[in-house]
C-alpha cells in the first residue's frame, strides 16, 4: 500500500531521532519500488540525506538496487553513489549501462575512483580507465600508483590553492568559482610558481581580511605537512593532534599533490580499529571485506590458521603436565588448582597487553616510556597477585587439606601474575620494534604462553615445597 508524501514526512522526522532512518527508507522503498509507484519512491528518496539514502539503497534486494540508483536526480547520484558500500558499487556497475556507468565513475572524486578501482578486477579498471577523459585518467593513475594504505592512496587532488600575490578580493572570488568542484574550502593553501608548499590559511582567515590585502601577509607559514609514502594511519593521528580538517599531502620535492580530509581519516580510524580488533581476538580477516557478509567456509578458514597455531602451541601445557606426572600422582588435589593458576594468569596479561596496545595506538605510551611502562605492569602485576594470594591462601588450604598446597597456590598465583604482566606488557612492545603488529601479542597469544609457563611454576614449586618437606 502506497502512503501519501505527508505521511513519509511525518514518519520520517519521528524515525530520525532514533537513527533509524535508512531502515526505514528502505523498507518503505522497497514497498514502492515492488508496487511499481515510481513517483512516490522519488518523494521519498528527496528529503533524505545523501548518507542514509546509500545505505537505504544498500538494503534493498540487488534486483531493486539499480532502479533505485536510476530515480535520482544525476547531481545527487554520484554523491549518494560513493556513500555506497564496495560490493553494492561494483553490483551497479554491472546492471548500468555502459554510458551511465563511465558517467558515474568520470564525475567521482579522485580519492572515491581510486577505492573502488582497488576493489574492481583489473581488466575491469583497465577498461574503465581507458574511457575516462585524459585529466581524470591522469589524476586516477597517480593515485594508484602510490602505495596501499599512504596518504598518496588516501588522498583527493580536488583542493583550492592560492598564490601570495593574490589579494584577499581575488582569493574569495577563486574560492567561489572553484568551490563546488573541491572537496573542502575550509582550508586554502598557498603554493609557489613550482608549487611548492608555501602557506596556509583557513576560510575565516580570507574572509575577514581586507580584500586588497595580499595573501602573502595574512597567511601562516609554518605549515604542518606529511608526505605521499606517510602511513595512513600516522595522517590520522597528525589530523587530530592538529584538529586539522584537512592535511596537506606533498611529494619528496615538497610540492603540494593533494589533501587527506578529515571523514577519509574517520574511515581510516575505523579500518585500523577493526582490525586491532580481529588481531586481539586471533581471527584473520581482510579489513575491506564485511566479515559477516562472508561465508561460512570463508569465515573458517580464517579462524582456524591462528586456532591451529594457539592448539599446537598449548601442546605445551599438555607436555609439562606429563613431565611433573610423579608430584600429581603424590598429591592429586593439586590438579583442582591448574585452572584457577592459568586462568588468573591468563586474565592479568590480557589486562596488560590490552593497556600496553591501546597506548601504542593512541602514542601516550611514548610519553611515560617503553621501559617505565613494563616497570608500572610488573608491578602492577606484583600487587595483583599479592592481593590474589592473600584471597587464595585460606581457601586453597581447607579445599586441599594441606598448609603445602595452600603455600604452592599462593606462590605460583604470585609469581605467575608477574610473568603475565610483564609478558603482557613486553611482547607487545617488542613485535612493535620488529614492525609486526603489536595487536598479534594480544589476549590469545599471551594467555597460551602464561599457561604454559604457569602451570611449570606451578607444579615446580609444588615438587620443591614436597622435597623440602620430606628433607624436614
Do not use: C
Amino acid at each position: 500500500m502506497s502512503r501519501t508524501p505527508g505521511t513519509l514526512s511525518s514518519e520520517l522526522g519521528a524515525t530520525s531521532a532514533n537513527a533509524n532512518v535508512a531502515v526505514v527508507v528502505a523498507s518503505q522503498l522497497e514497498a514502492l519500488l515492488q508496487a511499481g509507484n515510481y513517483d512516490g519512491a522519488k518523494l521519498l528518496l528527496q528529503p533524505v540525506q545523501e548518507v542514509d539514502a546509500a545505505e537505504a539503497i544498500g538494503r534493498l534486494p540487488m534486483t531493486l538496487q539499480a532502479l533505485a540508483f536510476r530515480l535520482l536526480p544525476k547531481d545527487e547520484a554520484i554523491d549518494i553513489y560513493e556513500y555506497l558500500p564496495v560490493e553494492v558499487q561494483q553490483s551497479l556497475l554491472e546492471r548500468l549501462r555502459s554510458g551511465e556507468v563511465l558517467e558515474l565513475v568520470e564525475e567521482m572524486s579522485p580519492d572515491d575512483r581510486a577505492r573502488l578501482f582497488d576493489e574492481l578486477p583489473a581488466k575491469v579498471v583497465r577498461r574503465l580507465l581507458a574511457e575516462l577523459s585524459p585529466a581524470e585518467r591522469r589524476v586516477t593513475a597517480q593515485l594508484l600508483g602510490y602505495a596501499p594504505e599512504t596518504a598518496g592512496r588516501l588522498m583527493t587532488t580536488e583542493f583550492i590553492d592560492l598564490k601570495e600575490f593574490h589579494s584577499a578580493g581575488q582569493a574569495l572570488d577563486l574560492v567561489r568559482r572553484r568551490a563546488r568542484d573541491t572537496e573542502t574550502v575550509y582550508s586554502l593553501y598557498v603554493t609557489d610558481g613550482s608549487r611548492h608548499l608555501s602557506g596556509i590559511l583557513s576560510l575565516r582567515d580570507l574572509v575577514v581580511a581586507d580584500p586588497e590585502t595580499r595573501i602573502g601577509d595574512v597567511m601562516t607559514r609554518d605549515v604542518v605537512s606529511v608526505s605521499t609514502d606517510t602511513d595512513q594511519e600516522e595522517v590520522a593521528r597528525a589530523i587530530q593532534r592538529y584538529d586539522f580538517l584537512a592535511m596537506p599531502v606533498v611529494d619528496r620535492e615538497q610540492r603540494l599533490v593533494g589533501i587527506v580530509t578529515v571523514d577519509d581519516v574517520i574511515d581510516v580510524i575505523e579500518q585500523e580499529a577493526t582490525r586491532d580488533l580481529y588481531a586481539a581476538g586471533a581471527v584473520q580477516a581482510g579489513d575491506e571485506d564485511d566479515y559477516f557478509r562472508s561465508s561460512l567456509f570463508a569465515v573458517a578458514r580464517r579462524r582456524v590458521v591462528w586456532l591451529l597455531v594457539l592448539l599446537v602451541a598449548n601442546s605445551g601445557t599438555s607436555a609439562v603436565i606429563a613431565s611433573q606426572q610423579g608430584v600429581l600422582e603424590r598429591l592429586v588435589v593439586l590438579a583442582a588448582f591448574i585452572p584457577l593458576l592459568i586462568g588468573t594468569g591468563g586474565n592479568v596479561g590480557a589486562q596488560s597487553s590490552t593497556v600496553v596496545i591501546r597506548g601504542l595506538s593512541t602514542q601516550r605510551i611514548m610519553q611515560l616510556g617503553l621501559g617505565r611502562a613494563v616497570l608500572r605492569e610488573t608491578v602492577a602485576g606484583a600487587l595483583l597477585g599479592l592481593l590474589l594470594a592473600v584471597v587464595v591462601l585460606p581457601w586453597a588450604w581447607v579445599m586441599g587439606g594441606s598448609a603445602l598446597v595452600a603455600m604452592a597456590v599462593a606462590v605460583s598465583l604470585l609469581a605467575i601474575s608477574v610473568l603475565a604482566a610483564l609478558a603482557g606488557a613486553s611482547l607487545p612492545l617488542l613485535f612493535n620494534r620488529m614492525g609486526l603488529d603489536p595487536a598479534l601479542m594480544s589476549a590469545p597469544f599471551i594467555t597460551t604462553a602464561v599457561d604454559v609457563a604457569g602451570v611449570f611454576i606451578y607444579l615446580s614449586t609444588a615438587a620443591w615445597l614436597l622435597r623440602a618437606q620430606i628433607g624436614l
